[in-house]
């Protein structure tokens, strides 16, 4: 199915040669909304949920696909004042996970498996975020395998600082077949990060490699830093398939939130993030990512599905 976008946004499709597809929606937000390979026992399979209820509630909802989230992941907030942040010595209102997911973004290229995408600055961004950037966003189908590439330039003449990541919603279980309650997130020896209720500090307890369940309640988001290895890998094993999600080439994502609305949720979102929320107010080191004038920061992720 191809989905359909409200107030006729376009929707572009990208194939791969061995059927695997990709749907985006640059104006609303530079939403992917489906990327699903063909497989041996179930046909097509969509690695992400996508609900066609979701997309027409746009942008009051988006819980489904995979929305961009910049210039802040999360949210941050000052002493009795939510969901801003200050820099500079001025503060600045800025709703959670920023406001990229909620733009339109314009495509600059296209082909049959790629498509490349941009966000830039404008009067309605600069009354948040002062600041001149340009964001891109390529994605491209090589072999079946999503990738995702990410370039964020400063072009202003004074240092930008910005935090970034993806938020996919990845689809459990992925057929019929499947049960929820079964499936696990395979998660590489790292830090379990702990926070407090107002997200004003975090503690660290490493923790060894192990099969986490989705039946796990993650409506409160865990946090994961220090990865050994930057990939998760989401198991359905009554499908006999597993989602993978690699982000070595991300190094800046340095945390991953795993999340979901609900535990009978349709939905499991793992997360590579640049930044812990509330990183503005914070002011860890190394966290809020601070790009000189004229420097372009980037990153590149994959995901693939695959048989287990």
């Known amino acids: 199915m191809t989905p359909s976008s409200p107030s006729g946004a376009k929707t572009f499709q990208l194939k791969s040669p061995d059927g695997a597809i990709a749907v985006i929606a640059p104006e609303l937000g530079g939403w992917l909304l489906r990327y699903a390979r063909p497989t041996d026992k179930h046909g097509l399979v969509d690695a992400l949920h996508f609900s066609q209820a979701v997309v027409d509630r746009y942008p009051k909802e988006m819980w489904a696909g995979n929305p961009l989230l910049f210039p802040m992941v999360s949210f941050n907030h000052l002493p009795n004042r939510e969901h801003q942040y200050a820099w500079g010595g001025r503060e600045f209102a800025l709703g959670q996970h920023g406001f990229a997911r909620r733009s339109a973004w314009t495509v600059m290229a296209q082909g049959e498996s790629e498509l490349t995408m941009e966000l830039a600055d404008s009067e309605g961004t600069r009354v948040a975020y002062p600041f001149a950037f340009r964001h891109r966003v390529t994605y491209r189908l090589d072999a079946g395998r999503l990738h995702f590439e990410q370039a964020v330039e ?3 003449l004074e240092p930008m600082p910005f935090s970034t990541g993806i938020h ?6 992925l057929t019929p077949r499947g049960e929820r309650n079964r499936c696990f997130v395979k998660i590489p020896a790292c830090h379990h990060l702990a926070t407090d209720a107002r997200y004003e500090c975090y503690k660290a307890t490493e923790q060894p490699a192990q099969e986490l369940p989705v039946a796990q309640d993650a409506s409160g988001t865990l946090f994961l830093g220090e990865l050994s290895r930057r990939e998760l890998i989401l198991v359905d094993p009554g499908s006999g398939l597993e989602i993978i999600l690699n982000w070595q080439d991300a190094p800046q994502h340095r945390f991953c939130a795993l999340w979901s609305r609900a535990t009978d949720a349709p939905f499991y979102c793992l997360e590579p ?18 790009l000189a004038p004229g420097e372009t920061f980037r990153a590149a992720m994959w995901i693939d599905l695959r048989a287990t």
């Open 168 to 173: 996919p919603y990845f689809q459990v279980p």
């Open 273 to 290: 993030w640049t930044a812990l929320p509330n990183s503005f107010t914070r002011a860890q080191p190394g966290e809020v990512i601070v």
């Open 154 to 156: 400063n072009r202003g």
